[in-house]
Each structure stands twice: as structure tokens, then as C-alpha cells.
């Protein structure tokens, strides 16, 4: 299952705190990805990049912001402009390849704000 | 963009029977339909998956079907076992971007 980490396991904060969840690869893979993982609502984009210094909104990018600065990393802040960031938060990478799409996927982390 | 509906939202079948999950999408220019399986507590994990220009594919006791002009595609389970209890998520890739839009997960007991 190594590859892709992501810590912490379990996240806990107070509402009206910035946090940030970390995501590391060592695949060398250009392209990473953050999705929401909520119960009945599958696993939602929040933002991806193709490469380096470059990432785009998924499709519930608000409240969230990221960064690329190195291909292994894509740290994701959850804001406090997030209405309900108790969620499931889930990292992938994949190789930006003509014809290999598929995603590896950390192992998630919980973040639970009160 | 991309929407992708699946159905059902919950399964239940005998171990041995088959298993079948149904998705739609909405984008014609979708080319790529991968199928993910997420047991308890482990992350999604890629079981197979199919391109525009294949009909159906297999690989041991699972398939997956498309069709393109209703743009629907399926995965189908034979001789369920226990360990294959889990959340399968469906998907689709639109044009020439790395974006992948996911289903909103199938949970598929198989009773002994």
C-alpha cells in the first residue's frame, strides 16, 4: 500500500480554524488529486493538478485551497469558509500518461471540527 | 460536465450468485470508465477498467460492459465470495484532462 501517505489519520479542530492536511507520493506520478468522501455521496473532486505549480477547481473547490510547489506533495487547506468540512479526505496521484489513467489513492485522513 | 449516476445504492446477494452494477454518464466524450472497490476502512483500489473503444472486458470473475450510444456501463460480479463485500465506485474521464468523476458508490454484501 505504500506510494501515497497522508497524515494525520484522524484530524480534530475547532470551527473557525484553518487546517491542513498533508498528501506525499513517491511514485513520481504528475498529476494528484483531493476528494471528499461523505456516506451516500461517493467521492467528490475538490481540487486536482496536472503538474507542478499549476491545480484547478473540482467541483466543490470552495472553502479549500492548495498549493504544488513539488511534485510529491499536495498539501490541502480546509478554510474556515468551509460550511461543513467534517468529512473523509481522500489524496490520489496518477501518472499524466497518454492512456494510464488509473488513480492510487492514500489512505485518507478523518477530520472531525466542532 | 461529467455527471455520473449509479445504481443501486445498496446490494445484497447469496455467496455464488452474480452481482451486477449499473452506471450512466452524461458527457459523449468521455473515453475512459474505470471501477474502483474500497473495502472497510482501506482506500479505493482500481478492479478494472475500459475504454471507449472496447465493448466489454474481463478478467476473471469480474466484467465490465459499455455501451456508448446510451451511455451506460456496467460491472458484473460472478460466483460472488465473501471478500468480495465492499463499496464499488464507478467512473468516467472526459476529453483530454486527467479529471475523473466518480459515481456516488455502490454496497455490496454477500451473504455465506
Known amino acids: 500500500d505504500g506510494g501515497i501517505t497522508q497524515s494525520p489519520k484522524y484530524l480534530f479542530r475547532k470551527e473557525g480554524q484553518n487546517v491542513t492536511l498533508s498528501c506525499e507520493q513517491n511514485l513520481n506520478h504528475d498529476a494528484m488529486y483531493w476528494y471528499r468522501q461523505d456516506p451516500g455521496q461517493g467521492l467528490r473532486l475538490i481540487y486536482y493538478s496536472q503538474i507542478v505549480n499549476d491545480f484547478q477547481k473540482g467541483d466543490i473547490a470552495e472553502g479549500y485551497s492548495v498549493s504544488r510547489e513539488k511534485k510529491e506533495s499536495f498539501p490541502l487547506t480546509v478554510t474556515s469558509a468551509q460550511k461543513n468540512p467534517t468529512a473523509f479526505y481522500l489524496c490520489?496521484?496518477?501518472?499524466?500518461?497518454?492512456?494510464?489513467?488509473?488513480?492510487?489513492f492514500g489512505p485518507g485522513t478523518r477530520l472531525t471540527v466542532t | 460536465g461529467e455527471n455520473v449516476e449509479q445504481h443501486p445504492s445498496t446490494l445484497s446477494v447469496q455467496e455464488g450468485d452474480s452481482a451486477v452494477i449499473k452506471c450512466t454518464y452524461s458527457d459523449s466524450a468521455s473515453n475512459y470508465f474505470p471501477w474502483y472497490k474500497q473495502e472497510l476502512g482501506k482506500r479505493p483500489q482500481l478492479i478494472i477498467d475500459i475504454r471507449s473503444n472496447v465493448g466489454e472486458k474481463k478478467d476473471q470473475r469480474i466484467a465490465v460492459t459499455l455501451n456508448k450510444t446510451a451511455k451506460h456501463f456496467s460491472l458484473h460480479i460472478t460466483e460472488t465470495q465473501p471478500e468480495d463485500s465492499a463499496v464499488y465506485f464507478c467512473a468516467a474521464k472526459s476529453g483530454g484532462y486527467q479529471k475523473v468523476t466518480f459515481g456516488t458508490g455502490t454496497k455490496l454484501q454477500v451473504i455465506p
Open positions: 490520489a496521484s496518477s501518472i499524466r500518461t497518454s492512456g494510464i489513467y488509473e488513480q492510487y
